[in-house]
């Protein structure tokens, strides 16, 4: 409509609905057209049948009545000569007949009777009858056929139809000349019609109805029924016309009007239209008037709406300068975690680049420090059976940690982390539980690498051994030639792949036999094989990311070193070296995991499995934050467990262990999804209860005081103990500080204590 932007609704509504009725009157028009013809068709081949149905009549009472009747009267008078056409042959009655109905009723019928080689030329058939003849010879089950035919300019109905067959009692006229009365040749004058068999067919009745005058009178009242059509089209167009422009045009523009009106002056906001008639255009009306209040009144609130968006707005960038600063805490945490990452991949990768274990226990020593807390306070110590390696800033002081170094169960060395000076007042000392991972990662991966590194040297003891290993190392090892057979292979390949003798290899393509898909199972073609590349290239090539194939149908996850063989400087083949890489995989993906945990444990605590206290102020801030802004309930629970340092010090610390680690349990079952369970420190912990009024955690409290209660404990063989725990609960307060929230609580727990323990207080 971009290009008629001017044309009214009505006149398109008018234009398409004129369009819809005229198609309507033409398909009416044509559909009765077509019937008037179908009907006069049928009118005419009714008129056919009845036209041959008495032809054949005829024929047949002069057949089997008046023929037989008149020869057995005449028999006495008639000579053996004697011969008259008018009685004695049908066909030429017939004739005579349809001349006396021509005469009588000129309304250009044609009817004939139609043969093959007839005495009489007005019944010999024309080409038309001579085709249909061919086929009734040809078809016996053929009856009859029909078809509009225009002749002279002029419709048709043309209709042939089986005729007479010749019977015995007509053999003395038509069998040979000889034999026919002599008064029939003088009367015909030729020998035609002879030599005639009973049975044969004689002739077809062939019929020609006109048609022009039915086709007049159906154009006559094609005519008629054209005019009257239109006539209505043109009333409904009128009709139409006058009820859109009174009831949708009219309406609309008073809409039109007022719409002008507002826009052209804001005085105008608020103004009403009268309904129109019509429920469509009334609701249209009454939205509308609804529209203008309310745009009055919005225009009025206006200032007082955007001041108070204002409000909202700096309360959220309030909000979420406290989620950024929450954000960045986290991040810090996370960038401690991720230096002891760091230090375990630099210690890693710093194997691979370095040729001697003592290079890569001195480097492994001074890249220790860099994955503890306190970096710059932190030196290390690596002692390899009569050897030392150490930082450059080392210096024992009592807070150390350490970890042996092992290979195959053999000790080797020791690794050792010291702080220069002292970092926390506790008395278990300022190492994390993660920098005693840590320590233990890195003394097992130097004991893989000197493993490792000692086989190698081994390995490079003289050729001999070079030759040996071949047949014995764990790695596979197989040769190629230029266009990919296998020339060799060793044990270790025939053992990873599945096969048992070499015979099975040597000769065959690898890449078809070992290397021909994907991890996925996808093909790959040879041009895609990096191993067939590295022939092409010359040059030697790594992959770590690809599988070999058994000769069962499975695949192993496989790290292979693909070299050229250059003989007078042209490739002449290659060896493949590749490793069952399935354990380093499930070990990539066990560090992967273990980067998980780690940042785990800087929120959980490692013995409870709840979260720590550092993300219990962070959570508690959040959740004041959101009873500040939406005023929905918080709750905090407090509990300690009763007489645990005497526990303690009777059983050990073991044991007060497995109590912390039991009373961590019954927490976390006691607890919904939205609540949250922490170790405040000790024996102490914490229940966060968002949307919680203090008369629902009560319940919960009363819920973890039994449960814990019931806890059995043996710290001895056949001892069982049980402990309480005393618990206090209070709802915040508004505009409480977060310290004098968790101190009321505090205050409270003590009370339960003093009034004799296993109990809970609260304020209610």
């Keep these: 409509m971009k290009n008629f932007p001017d044309i009214k609704i009505t006149n398109v509504l008018t234009i398409v609905m004129g369009c819809f009725f005229l198609i309507i009157t033409v398909m009416i028009v044509l559909l009765v057209n077509q019937g008037m013809k179908q009907q006069a068709l049928i009118e005419a081949e009714a008129k056919a049948r009845i036209l041959i149905d008495r032809n054949l009549a005829t024929h047949t009472y002069f057949s089997h009545i008046l023929k037989p009747r008149v020869f057995e009267w005449t028999a006495p008078f008639r000579s053996p000569d004697y011969f008259d056409p008018s009685w004695m042959s049908s066909t030429y009655a017939i004739r005579g007949i349809h001349k006396y109905f021509d005469a009588l009723n000129p309304a250009g019928y044609y009817i004939k009777d139609a043969a093959l080689d007839a005495r009489s030329p007005e019944n010999e058939a024309d080409d038309y009858e001579r085709a249909f003849l061919d086929k009734l010879k040809n078809d016996r089950s053929l009856e009859s056929y029909s078809e509009i035919r225009t002749l002279d300019g002029k419709p048709y109905l043309a209709v042939l139809r089986r005729g007479e067959t010749m019977e015995a009692s007509c053999l003395r006229c038509h069998s040979t000349p000889g034999s026919a009365p002599k008064d029939l040749l003088k009367h015909y004058e030729s020998d035609r019609s002879f030599h005639r068999n009973a049975g044969d067919l004689v002739s077809t009745i062939s019929l020609r109805i006109p048609l022009s005058a039915a086709y007049e009178g159906m154009y006559q009242t094609f005519k008629k029924l054209s005019i009257l059509l239109a006539i209505l089209l043109a009333l409904l167009f009128g009709v139409q016309t006058f009820l859109y422009r009174r009831f949708l045009s009219l309406p609309i523009g008073i809409i039109r009007d007022k719409a002008k009106e507002i826009a052209e002056n804001e005085e105008q906001l608020g103004g009403q239209i009268s309904e129109p008639t019509g429920r469509e255009l009334r609701e249209l009306a009454v939205a509308f008037n609804e529209m203008s209040l309310r745009l009055r009144a919005g225009r009025d609130h206006l200032e007082d709406r955007i001041e108070e968006r204002t409000r909202e707005l700096s309360a959220s960038n309030e909000h979420l300068e406290r989620e950024v600063h929450q954000r960045r805490v986290v991040e810090d945490e996370l960038r401690e975690r991720n230096k002891e990452l760091k230090c375990l991949y630099s210690i890693v990768g710093m194997v691979e680049e370095s040729s001697t274990i003592e290079e890569i226990i001195q480097k492994s020593a001074d890249l220790i420090p860099g994955g503890y807390y306190y970096s710059e306070l932190a030196c290390a110590r690596i002692t390899l059976k009569d050897q030392a390696f150490k930082t450059r800033n080392f210096q024992e002081t009592k807070w150390r940690i350490s970890a042996d170094i092992l290979s195959k169960g053999e000790l080797l060395g020791v690794v050792e982390v010291y702080y220069l000076t002292e970092i926390s007042g506790k008395e278990e000392g300022p190492f994390l539980e993660e920098e005693h991972d840590l320590i233990r990662a890195i003394a097992e991966r130097l004991g893989r690498v000197i493993e490792r590194k000692q086989a190698e040297e081994k390995l490079k003891a003289s050729e001999e051994q070079v030759r040996l290993l071949l047949n014995s190392t764990a790695e596979a090892i197989y040769g190629i030639d230029i266009q990919g057979r296998c020339t060799f292979a060793n044990p270790s390949c025939l053992r990873m792949l599945g096969y048992e003798d070499t015979s099975q290899l040597l000769g065959k393509n690898m890449h078809t036999l070992i290397h021909h898909s994907t991890p996925d199972g996808i093909p790959m073609a040879i041009e895609d094989c990096r191993i067939y590349r590295a022939l092409q290239e010359g040059k030697g090539v790594q992959v770590d990311d690809e599988v070999l194939w058994k000769v069962d149908g499975t695949s192993f996850p496989v790290e292979y070193f693909s070299y050229p063989q250059l003989v007078n400087g042209k490739v002449s083949g290659g060896v493949v070296t590749f490793l069952d890489i399935t354990k380093r995989k ?179």
């Excluded at 618990?727 to 009034?755: H, N, S, T, W």
């Design 586 to 764: 499930k070990a990539e993906e066990d560090l992967r995991e273990s980067e998980r945990k780690y940042r785990e444990l800087s929120i959980v605590d490692n013995l409870t499995r709840l979260y720590n206290s550092r993300y219990f102020y962070g959570q508690l801030e959040i959740e004041i934050d959101r009873f500040n802004r939406y005023g929905e309930p918080l709750t905090l629970i407090l509990l300690d467990i009763d007489d645990f340092k005497s526990f303690n010090d009777t059983y050990g610390h073991v044991e007060g262990d497995q109590v912390l680690s039991g009373l961590g349990q019954v927490i976390k079952r006691c607890l919904r999804k939205t609540d949250s369970g922490y170790r405040y420190g000790g024996e102490e912990f914490t229940v966060l209860l968002p949307v919680t009024r203090s008369e629902a955690g009560l319940i919960t409290a009363e819920r973890i005081r039994t449960e814990f209660k019931k806890e059995t404990f043996s710290p001895w063989p056949g001892q069982s103990v049980h402990l309480t725990t005393s618990i206090g609960i209070a709802q915040y307060r508004p505009d409480e500080g977060m310290k004098a929230f968790v101190q009321r609580v505090d205050q409270l727990m003590y009370q339960a204590k003093k009034k004799g323990k296993d109990r809970i207080c609260s304020e209610l």
